[in-house]
């Protein structure tokens, strides 16, 4: 009995890039913060715990999911299947370690908004009833006071120099000497050009 050929699939091919400069802005911010913060130095556990990130871990962590989302654990690039509509994974340099672990707890469904708030719907609950009622506000008389210790002082200057200032008299010899200018029209004699020059 012959055998029937075996069916093979071709490699998948996949399309990567390195990082572009605002997904390396928003990978360095979460990166440093990761290194400091201690809840959010590894968010595997955090997701492993039921735990959540810090508040601005949180914050960090949703700046680098609007640029780079997990598929099968893998980073790939929000802008390009927006933009593009293909799948283009990302190489994240070994420096953004911390990433790489942030995606794999978006792999496995880490969530990133706040529990929502507790909402009652309890209908016996007690509420004092409103007071709807208008106020009147009226404009009263203010109380005035009179201070006798606040006189009026005058101040007596020794030279008019400390009135005006250092540099009074100088301006007031400059505007002198240069009156003469606007006294006497000034006249520019000019001869007329002789017509070899131009024709």
């Not at 309890?122 to 203010?142: L, M, N, Q, V």
Request: glycine share 6%.
């Amino acid at each position: 009995m012959a055998r029937s050929p075996a069916v093979t699939f071709a490699p998948e091919v996949r399309a990567s890039r390195r990082l572009r400069d605002d997904e390396r802005a928003v990978c360095a911010t979460w990166s440093r913060h990761s290194a400091k913060c201690k809840r959010c130095f590894d968010p595997v556990a955090v997701w492993k715990k039921d735990g959540e990130l810090c508040d601005r871990g949180r914050a960090y962590a949703i700046d680098v999911a609007k640029y780079i989302y997990s598929k099968g654990g893998r980073p790939h690039s929000v802008i390009d299947k927006q933009a593009f509509g293909q799948r283009t994974e990302i190489e994240i340099p070994y420096e953004y370690e911390a990433v790489r672990l942030l995606v794999k707890a978006f792999d496995k469904g880490l969530q990133l908004t706040s529990a929502r708030p507790v909402v009652s719907q309890d209908r016996t609950y007690y509420i004092e009833p409103r007071d709807d009622g208008y106020y009147e506000i009226t404009g009263g008389r203010r109380e005035r006071y009179h201070d006798d210790s606040r006189r009026r002082r005058t101040v007596h200057f020794d030279s008019d120099a400390d009135y005006h200032g250092s540099l009074y008299y100088a301006d007031q010899q400059a505007r002198k000497s240069r009156s003469w200018y606007n006294d006497e029209p000034i006249i520019i004699m000019a001869n007329p050009r002789s017509s070899r020059y131009y024709r």
